[in-house]
């Protein structure tokens, strides 16, 4: 009886050097294959936030234009970090109703009309055409970046022709931007700046503060 791995002239048995050749290369494969697709599934998800954010500061201005004022739900004042204005979604700098005033303004934005706007100083409609800036927030506001955490937003509320991001001596800086719109990446915790260990914050405007 022939043996299964020697190779005569019309066998079609492999090789013991064929054989570990095709497993090297199997080995290999899957390698690539275990290191590659997290790589890629955690850049689409980058990606797609930064996508998101550009949407969430196009349909801020488009607001804007449409109605003539922002789309803000609180008094145009100064918040516990100095700041002109307030966070929208849950920024680490946001008072303590960051989280819904985030949900309300992308309620605004998708096309609903919820009657509040700037404190009760000043109720009104917030969208009475009922125009859809923005697709893809839920009916009860939550608009999830791809970790699920809610998206942050700040608008220059006072029209002082720039925003400031984060606060002591990493923070404070002058973007000179209307809207700004971030997501808090894989850790769901906002750092200050690139600078700080950890970061992995998403911006509408990019990763330099500066800009």
Known sequence: MKSLVRRGKNSNAFTLTELLVVISIIGLLAGLITTGVPRAMDSAKKAKAKGDLTAI??????????????????PITTDTTGEFGAWYGPSKWATGTGSSRGKDL???????NIGTGMGSSWP???????????EGAQSDGAYL?????????KMDVNESGGLEYGTGSAGNENLRLSVIAVSLGKNKTQEDSPSVSGFDDIYSWGQ????
């Open 208 to 211: 330099n503060l500066t800009q």
């Open 145 to 153: 970046d791809p970790w699920g955490t809610q998206y942050c937003v």
């Open 124 to 134: 009104r409609p917030m969208n009475p055409k009922l125009i859809q800036f923005l």
């Open 106 to 112: 992308m309620k605004i934005l998708s096309g609903q």
């Open 57 to 74: 500061v196009a349909a801020v201005k488009a607001y804007k234009q449409e109605y003539g004022v922002w789309p803000a739900t609180e």
